[in-house]
RNA sequence: GCCCAGAUGGUGGAAUUGGUAGACACGAGGGACUUAAAAUCCCUUGACCAUUGCGGUCGUACGGGUUCGAGUCCCGUUCCGGGCACCA
């Protein structure tokens, strides 16, 4: 008998020894070079980890273990974004405190990981909900409260710059309270009254990014727009510089293109409208300058002040109404209706530029968060405000030679521009010259219209970003609690040495009956300001004793800068040290999904260039290389239930038609309409189910009548879908690391396909893994399970397999092609098998290839060659190009890095001579003629390039 | 509507970035070993034609183009996925 490749024994052992000598435990050390690896962290939810979770963070592991052999020192850390949603509305159900639930699930998922062989150094473990983490990003929100971002510097800068700078331009007022509205106009972190999302269903305000489709993101409950008094962070001022920093990181293309729509740059220019017949002025904000000779209404945002300033009394009632509707529609609503809805306002706009009068209507196709809430018209050349003048009857006037503007406005930014002005009397003269585009193309006419525009001072060149600023408090019990109290209803910081300020206990995790967020259930919780300590809410005599913030802090606030803090995790004293930071610098390789691209990498961004505003962070951009992997999907199972009764129909028996009105399938069973029911995949091999089990599953099946087809099985219906709890579709990395083995587990999540591309589990192709790492043991075992590695020379053949591999299996990491280095792992343990290959020289290197990829296989097989040490500290091999080379024939010439005529090369020509064999070639001569060669390339069995350049 | 990415056998996916398409794995079929099963090993496996042999033709969503040579580059079309979306 061979000896067999015992998964369970290895794994356990190495799993131990690891743990006792601390092999992953990583200190910082200025002789060796660093390189930061990192997952995003998982929120710990009560289903536990299924194998979909693994993916990246097995991918990573990949990588920080490659870059350890290959000598650096590598920081590969793992931790949990605590705080969130599920465990406060499981507290909400159960009564059970929030932290109790986030704990015990960490203790799950930590159990599961540590089934799987991770590299990470636990010590620098890191929870966003323990106080001694939390301490951090309190100082943080407290240190962009007392910062602005200074236009000039594109950087934050302390708070007291700003009051200096008003006291010397003698603008600071001398009331507190006008001294603290003025400086919430500029601080980074800052109280708002902003329209939010507000979220009924849920109790809280929801960021832009946790919105989708007019819904919350988390439940799918309406989501209304609302007027809120609410913390705000500043993330606008950094616009530009979210975007510059794009340029110097690696990430995606599609992500990075995401981030730049998020953040929406577009330079256009701002003009002055003056009202008729009226002292009130206001701003429009157009990317179209080149268009002012079209605009034939202007459109003001119904949320604008300038509607009321502008509205004339016999239209008053008209917009009122109008305002009213408005209001009480819902932002899902707005997103999906779009049909053409507005009012008169009664007022007219003049148009600097023709001297026209254009009416001035409100409408809500115009947003009030936009540019400056107000537009001008040009229905000939934007689809909207076409619409609209068609519905209202307004003139089109055409700008493009041969736009066709009968049936649609042309929106186009090319062409050649006429009708500007219609005739010279048109066009208002300033200081003698007046604006004429005609036969300029658009491109022309936007830079000649801004250049008039500012030469005269009828408004300025203006970027604007859509990027909003991020609304940070949420009415909820789980999160953390900001270090703010509140002094006659102006907000004050606590002291930073009283930091951290810790979520207080309630009794219970829903609002208050009055409406407060759940923190005004907390019974201790009122600043005592001269002994500063936290006190009982009834000592508040707003002298001494004052109400502290009863908002918590968003999501995304703890898992904004905690790679930092992995740098130094137990730091008492600061964020992160000098020392810690100045090593670790930022993350080198980053991975995680790409559904955060608009979400928590540009917050993350934002803090992080905060901090290094302030010095903390020693890197601009926080993450230097991206990768999204994609998701794992489930395949989930459905059986079919016959609608009002207790029957099941196998799915093959069922006769599909397709509803125009749902768009969708519906199925019939003999005219009975059948709904589709999950069923736990556990239940189903291939399509077929297991009827017994499914009846021992819920009460629901119990009694259930189940129609099977003619083969007496009953088949489910089988859809891809995201791996969930509530689908039944979820597959449990633990059953596999039974079954197979950690090192198989890690294998196949990476054989499946390419990281970043999502694909459903299929346990399917597991066995292959399998089969590969029992193969590749029996190369280092006889039959009587005695180590069968000697001292022999190495043929020919063995160094090139290995050394093919060893290039192989580098370029792959490299490049995270980590299924094509596990096929030639396949191939070359194939060939070394057939060659009988039991040298030394090339068995001992193979355990270092393969200890990213199976650490454990691999610590054993190093351990039974007579290592002391942990595989994790040998060294990766280099390859030698000489074992590599290569004898067959072909192919074709090349002149100039363009490729002439192809002729056979004799298999085992060298290089040179496949040169000398080209240029002489007849075929040759015509290209050679009048030339000298500059230089050749020759690929043996492929191609020869020669480049040429005529002689002088 | 705009932007991005993609389409290769029965399946997941390779292809040195313009150089033998289908590596590797799964599945399927055949065989060996075995009383039997499991495990293991060997052969076949894109399609079609020829199979006693060599072999031949077609083939990377579709239609064109560039090239000695195209899965890869260019133009057009179709389909699927992702992001943004009254952003002026």
New binding site residues.
């Given amino acids: 008998m061979a000896k067999e490749y015992n998964f369970r024994e290895i794994d356990q052992k190495w799993h131990q020894k690891w743990v006792a000598n601390k092999t992953y435990k990583v200190v910082e050390d200025e002789s060796r070079k660093k390189f930061y690896v990192l997952n995003m962290f998982p929120y710990p939810s009560g289903a536990g980890l299924h194998v979909g979770h693994p993916l990246g963070y097995i991918a990573s592991d990949i990588y920080a273990r490659y870059k350890r052999l290959q000598g650096y020192n590598v920081l590969n850390p793992m931790g949990y974004d605590a705080y969130g949603l599920p465990a406060e509305q499981y507290a909400i159900k159960t009564g059970q405190h929030p932290e109790k639930t986030t704990f015990a699930n960490i203790d799950r998922y930590r159990e599961q990981l540590d089934k799987i062989g991770f590299s990470f150094d636990w010590d620098r473990e890191v929870r966003t909900c323990t106080p001694n983490y939390y301490k951090w990003t309190q100082w943080a929100f407290q240190k962009m409260y007392n910062s602005y971002f200074d236009e000039e510097l594109q950087k934050a800068q302390p708070i007291e710059k700003l009051i200096e700078k008003f006291k010397k331009e003698g603008t600071w007022p001398s009331d507190e309270k006008e001294q603290s509205e003025l400086l919430m106009q500029y601080r980074l972190a800052y109280l708002g009254e902003t329209m939010v999302n507000w979220c009924p269903a849920l109790g809280t305000v929801l960021a ?2 946790e919105v ?2 007019g819904v919350s993101e988390r439940g799918g409950y309406p989501v209304e727009q609302k007027k809120m008094r609410q913390w705000c962070l500043r993330v606008s001022a950094y616009s530009q510089r979210l975007l510059d920093g794009l340029e110097t990181i690696q990430w ?3 992500i990075k ?6 953040i ?1 740059r ?1 330079e ?2 701002e003009v002055e409208i003056k009202v008729a017949d009226s002292d009130v002025d206001f701003t ?6 080149d ?1 002012m000779f079209g605009v034939t209404f202007f ?1 003001l ?1 119904p949320e604008s002040e300038l509607v009321d300033k502008v509205t004339t009394p016999d239209q008053r009632a008209a917009v009122d109404e109008y305002i009213k509707y408005v209001k009480g529609r819902t932002e899902r609503e ?2 999906i ?5 507005g009012v008169f306002s009664g007022a007219y706009g003049i148009n600097p530029i023709t001297g026209d009068k254009c009416p001035i209507y409100v ?16 229905p000939a050349h ?4 076409y ?1 609209f003048a068609k519905h209202f009857n307004l003139p089109i006037i055409p700008l493009v030679e041969g736009a066709d503007v009968s049936e649609e406005s042309y ?1 186009a930014k090319e062409g050649i521009v006429m009708n500007s002005p219609v005739s010279p009397d048109k066009s208002v003269k300033y200081d003698g010259e007046s604006l004429n585009l005609n036969g300029k193309t658009i491109k022309e006419a936007i830079a000649e219209t801004k250049r008039f525009v500012k030469a005269h001072n009828l408004g300025r060149v203006k970027v ?3 990027l ?1 600023d991020a609304i940070f408090s949420r009415q909820r019990y789980w999160g953390e609690p900001f270090p703010v109290y509140y002094k006659n209803g102006i907000p004050q910081m606590i002291p930073e040495e009283c930091l951290p300020i810790e979520l207080p206990q309630v009794d219970k995790f829903l609002p208050t009956e009055t409406g407060e967020p759940p923190l005004g259930n907390a019974q201790i919780w009122a600043w005592d300001e001269q002994n500063k300590k936290i006190v009982d809410k009834k000592l508040i005599d707003e002298k001494t004793v004052f109400p502290i913030e009863l908002y918590t802090m968003p999501g995304f606030a703890g898992s904004s800068a905690y790679y930092l803090r992995y740098m130094d995790p137990l730091n008492t004293e600061a964020l992160v040290s000098e020392k810690a930071a100045s090593y670790w610098q930022n993350v080198d390789l980053y991975v995680g999904g ?2 955060h ?2 979400g928590h990498l540009i917050y993350s961004r934002f803090w992080n260039k905060f901090l290094f505003d302030l010095g903390v962070s020693k890197k601009d951009e926080p993450f230097q290389k991206l990768i999204n992997q ?1 998701m794992i999907q489930g395949w989930s199972s459905f059986v079919y239930r016959l609608r009002n009764t207790n029957k099941f129909v196998s799915f093959d028996l069922l006769e599909e038609k397709y509803d125009d009105a749902k768009k969708k399938n519906l199925y019939y069973y003999q005219g009975t309409e059948a709904d589709p029911v999950y069923a736990d995949i556990s239940m189903v091999s291939g399509n077929v189910l297991d009827v017994e089990k499914l009846r021992q599953w819920t009460p629901e099946f119990r009694d259930g009548e189940f129609i099977l087809n003619n083969n007496g099985q009953y088949i489910v219906s089988q859809a891809i879908e995201k791996m969930s709890k509530s689908k039944y579709n979820v597959v449990n990395p633990d059953d596999i690391c039974e079954n197979y083995g950690a090192d198989t587990l890690r294998l196949y999540e990476m ?4 990281i970043e ?4 589990w ?1 346990v ?9 790492l ?2 590749f043991w ?1 190369l280092y075992w006889d039959k009587e399970g005695n180590l069968t590695v000697d001292d022999s020379e190495a043929t020919a053949d063995n160094m090139k397999t290995l050394h093919k591999l060893i290039k192989k299996v580098t370029a ?1 990491i490299e ?1 995270f ?1 980590y ?2 280095s ?6 070359a343990v ?1 060939e070394l ?2 060659q009988k290959c039991r040298s030394k020289q090339v068995l001992s290197v193979l355990p270092v290839l393969i200890a990213p990829f199976a650490p454990h296989i691999a610590e054993e097989l190093w351990e039974a060659l007579g290592n002391s040490t942990s595989v994790c500290d040998a060294q990766w091999p280099a390859f030698d190009e000489k074992y590599l080379i290569e004898s ?7 002149f100039n890095g ?5 002729m056979e090369f004799p298999a085992d020509a060298t290089p040179d001579q496949m040169v000398q064999m080209a240029t002489s070639a007849p075929d040759a001569q015509k290209h050679l003629e009048g030339m000298q060669i500059v230089k050749t390339i020759a ?1 043996p ?3 020869v ?1 020669i480049v040429v350049k005529p002689n002088n």
């Fill in positions: 832009n990014d989708v489709n995606s293309e599609s293109e995401t981030q730049k729509n998020w929406g577009s256009g220019t429009i904000f157009t990317t179209r300058a268009t459109v945002a707005r997103m209706d779009h049909t053409v809805t409408a809500e196709y115009v947003l009030a968060g936009y540019g400056t809430g107000a537009i001008m018209a040009v934007d689809s909207r405000d619409a929106d604007n970003y859509r909003r790409s559904e691209a608009t994609g054989f499946l396909g390419p591309q999502s694909k459903p299929d399917a192709g597991i066995d292959g893994c399998f089969r590969f029992k193969k029996s792959d490049e092609s299924n094509t596990i096929s030639a792992f396949m191939v194939n098998s057939s067959t024939v072909k192919l074709g010439v090349q363009k490729v002439r005529f192809a690929i069995g492929r191609i390039n």
